[in-house]
């Protein structure tokens, strides 16, 4: 059972190792306003801190949903002036960003698909030149969950309400490192060491590519850009600033040859994309593009996923996550990214990672393409990973080293 005190860690934990706010940095929390007892404890730790200022942005989904039901398309797609505003003030002032998320899985599924895209290319659009920030690590960021009602009904529908509450926030905090006797921030230091560990093994082989098959069906062949990087655990800030941008994390993840992707990709979770939870899809590919796919659930929301815009199509991330990782032993499908990418080997399709490029920050997007990198406004990702995910590294010299087995790292 998650008790006060576990919230007040958790709290702790994001502040000081999730964003890690340095003293007279403003934070920026963004939280549904169902949280805000939960949001209150971060905001108290953080000015223990020593936070210059926090500042919240609230929102609601029912209200949210509300403007996607009565608003036009055209009205959806006009993004005010003070909205980049007030992002692009912020990271001027050096902020670092902390997301809290609890809202309902799916809870979009009703809202028309075209609306939700206009929207969505209209916000990315406008707030495209602000992505960088956070993109390429110029300043802290993190994104953590806590449980919520209407999550929990969605995650275990057959439970009675209380019941499905208590089990998702078991389930959360337990992935997120925090129980009521240990040290998160110690805990997750020992983690991250091991997540670096991975990585620098892979970039010490420094493969072409890599073939994944599954029991699934899955059979494809990923390139690897060259001077690529395997990046897992933290980051640093330019001004080394340590923090980790994901709680929980389980993934080494490294940046796709954009024209080097072929074969058939079988995902192995549901992906829930706009509020819609696509089920039981497949994509093949060719020459780096998604030339054909399917999906049991919700393929016309696969449909206007590919076609957002040209880059969305072809693939920015490749990640590796072990089988018997901690999200997945939970055998619990958390219908949101940030924990079920966690419990599989992942794909992104869109944009990918700068840092997985050397010198891949400073780079223009021109000179990013040159080297192989994919580029657009989107940056969705799905699991393919599975119990029995083989996967064999491609040195240059045509030497094939087994680098997962039965779903696990060999190494
Ligand atoms: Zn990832
Ligand atoms: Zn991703």
Redesign the pocket.
Known sequence: MVTPKMYEKLARLAVRKGVNVQKDQPLVVRASVRDYAFVRLVVKEAYEAGAKSVSVNWADQEISKMGFTYESEETLAEIPDWIHEQTKSRQEAGSCFLSIISDKPGAMADVDPKKLGAYQRAYYQKMGDLQAYTMNNIGQWCVIGIPSMEWAKVVFPELPEEEAFEKLGDAIFSVTRVGEDNDPVADWDAHDAELIGHAEKLNAYNFKELHFTSELGTDVTVGLVQDHIWVGGGCFTPNGVYFDPNMPTEECFCMPEKTAVNGKVVASKPLSYNGKVIENFWFRFENGKVVDFGAEKEEEALKHLLEFDEGSSYLG?VALVPYDSPISQSGILFFNTLYD?NAACHL?LGRPYPENLKGGIEMSEEELAAHGANSSLQ?E?FMFGTKEMQIDGICYDGTVVPVFRNGNFVF
């Open positions: 991330e990418e992104a940056h990702d």
